[in-house]
């Protein structure tokens, strides 16, 4: 009977928590099949330093309270691994401390990058002699891993810009006749609009102008759309990626800004896109950056993606126990209405450092928003509400009690 | 039987739709003693050039979804009626139309200003022959109002900037062993630093420094005590309000920073603090600006706050109905733990104008936290999850019919 491994990988999420409680209590009800879960402490550092979170340690209470905690439990880190040729040693180190601690199973919670880093584990596994099953967990806000439907994290990313949109709408739409005409508001998503697109699922009744990193900024073209909206519905709500460019490929976040000393100043794409609109066309501006508040609001995350996160955990433990390897569990989409989903599979090899970009039928001719086959598909993702537990007005969230596994081997540098 | 009018003034919260919905539920409850309700359309404004909106044409059904709707249903605006020597015109004219609707009950739901706009609009009408029973709601997410314990929007501010202080900071706990280690989070409050109080209601386990408006930015002190939680927790969580000042008056937003144009680029207070952290420091910073959404955040609404605005918007029209006139219902708090409160009343002449700043005792000696009574007093206004009902994955909130009364009068230019 092997012990396993988890490690939490890249950008935390909402719910890459709940992923982390379906492995590991996945792991226990099987417990006759599998051992200690190991998870890495700060992600595959945690592997590579021999930092092993023992997980037997810490309570079922506590474990079943990761299904409602956003952030990594166990920590995570963005440390891409080199390729096999460019730092083999980091590779056999692995499999040196799943070896000491007799691990068989490797769960890698992450995106493009931990899928690709699973795969070569489980290669190099097998022509070390040590044969570890490497299976990938999707995780990711961007939601641009292929195979899936989508990824868990998304959902209630995108819930949270939906509904902000939605809320700062209403709030400017009632002070716009005297007051504030436009609210920017500045979404993650550095390579792609999906995150964006989903201040695209208010109403119709609400003007909205998406800011696509996939489409070059057109500011006269822009400009003429807002002012449009501003002379019809009253004011208008903007929402921008940060990853959108101007035609010469720079970035509207990096605007040449400088302080009094001349230091070029970090300033975010939506005070860009407002001070635009305030020179161009003279209206009242708001503007909010969103940042790490939108993909760590567990409190308002969608139902649906708390459960297909829990259930790709589980799943993970469940393709390992069938002698799976090198695969990543996945969302397969049954139907839109109703929305029912179910748990397929795909292999590392066609998934890993392969992005899914947004398709270009999702966003409108005039660029600016998003087509209904857009709608179709972002609506079942946002749907369902799933409030964590609450005590003195704030939520319940679990800390992990972190018992380290003894160390075996000789400390290795990263 | 006379009418009423009521209106909304200056920024909107999450909940004065709610008070809204107790002063008009509590007039159709008393619809023998109490005629139409009138709401002036974006505020004092609608009542200058007669814009009426007939409440008595909106449903049961919409009246009730106001509880759950954040932002102004009929329209606020930000209009301060000048003092009565320099603008006599305007409330004679206010006079008027309330005259020729036989309106003599007017609600007005504010802050400060509009307290005096109020005591002002009572004392007028009794000259003027046409006696006006003026009550004010208290309103302010400034939380700034005195007699009132609390002011409702406050309690829902500070909630969704707790909860998102303490999200955002798992987030960062979870990635800063190799990564981002400063997350600023800008929150509200020109004038007072009770929105950023707020961020000092998560758990002592997590490293929070706020920035109140009440104490001079000492830029050496904060960067010390931000690289001491850094040491001792390997990450820190900055609350700054965008009224924090330097020691010349000067405020952080306004740090000066010039485009390539040499236009004056608005930044915020956060990208401010996040790049004197960077400069001195050297460690990896994210940033947010709430803005809007923390105001429009009903989602996150605190229960009590709901319970309030609504208690108070029925307390007004049973004051009215009572007899009284120049008059304001508020939070009497009458006990902390539990949590109770009553509707008390204070005269308008002791709350216009008067501005309740946050007293020194709340904010801790280092000047960056707030005390054990700050602590105590602001606990239970986040209390309670007060959830709207969702439709698509989204807050079904309600939008007014708003069908305009007939007007009477010649047109009036504000």
């Known amino acids: 009977m092997k012990n396993a491994f988890y490690a939490q990988s890249g950008g935390v999420t909402a719910v890459i928590n709940a992923s982390a409680c379906g492995v590991i209590e996945t792991a226990r009800k099987n417990s006759d099949k599998i051992g200690t879960v190991y998870a890495g402490q700060n992600g595959i550092i945690g592997a590579l330093t021999e930092n092993l979170i023992d997980t037997s340690k810490e309570s079922a209470t506590d474990v079943s309270a990761l299904k409602h905690t956003p952030s990594g439990g166990f920590g995570s880190c963005r440390y891409k691994m080199k390729s096999l040729e460019a730092n083999k040693a980091e590779y056999e180190r692995l499999i040196e401390v799943f070896k000491a601690h007799d691990i068989g199973y490797f769960f890698y919670n992450g995106g493009g990058d931990s899928a690709d880093t699973c795969l070569k584990v489980s290669q190099l596994s097998e022509s070390m002699g040590y044969p570890i099953q490497a299976i990938h967990v999707p995780k990711t806000v961007d939601n641009d891993l292929p195979v899936t439907d989508n990824c868990p994290g998304f959902g209630s990313v995108a819930k949270y810009i939906a509904v902000s949109t939605m809320e700062a709408s209403f709030d400017v739409a009632s002070m716009a006749a005297t007051s504030t005409k436009i609210f920017v508001l500045e979404v993650m998503g550095r390579h792609a609009g999906w995150i964006a697109a989903a201040g695209g699922l208010v109403d119709d009744s609400i003007p909205v102008v998406i800011l ?203």
């Not at 990096?254 to 005070?271: K, V, W």
């Not at 066309?281 to 649906?304: F, I, M, N, P, T």
């Not at 928003?369 to 964590?388: M, V, W």
């Not at 005590?391 to 009690?401: A, E, T």
Request: proline letters at 6%.
């Open 212 to 414: 696509f990193p996939e489409i070059d900024f057109d500011e006269t073209k822009f400009l003429s759309k807002v002012d449009k909206n501003v002379k019809e519905f009253g004011y208008c709500t903007i929402v921008v990626s940060e990853g959108t460019k101007w035609p010469d490929g720079k970035f509207l976040a990096e605007q040449g800004t400088r302080d009094d000393f001349g230091h070029a100043q970090l300033g975010g794409a939506a005070p860009v896109v407002a001070n635009l609109i305030k020179d161009a066309l003279g209206y009242k501006y708001h503007w909010a950056v969103a940042d790490y508040l939108q993909r760590s609001a567990r409190h308002l995350a969608s139902e649906s993606d708390v459960e297909q996160a829990y259930a790709l955990g589980e799943a993970a433990v469940n393709m390992a126990l069938e002698g799976k390897n090198s695969v990543m569990p996945a969302i397969i989409r049954t139907s839109n209405n109703p929305y029912t989903w179910e748990i397929g599979s795909g292999e590392l090899k066609d998934i890993a450092n392969v992005e899914k970009m947004m398709p270009m039928e999702y966003i409108s001719d005039d660029g600016f928003g998003i087509t209904a086959a857009c709608r179709e598909y972002l609506q079942p993702l946002i749907e369902g509400e799933n409030y964590p537990p609450y005590k003195n007005g704030l939520p319940d969230y679990v800390v992990m009690k972190k018992e380290m596994a003894e160390k075996k081997l000789p400390p290795f540098e990263v």
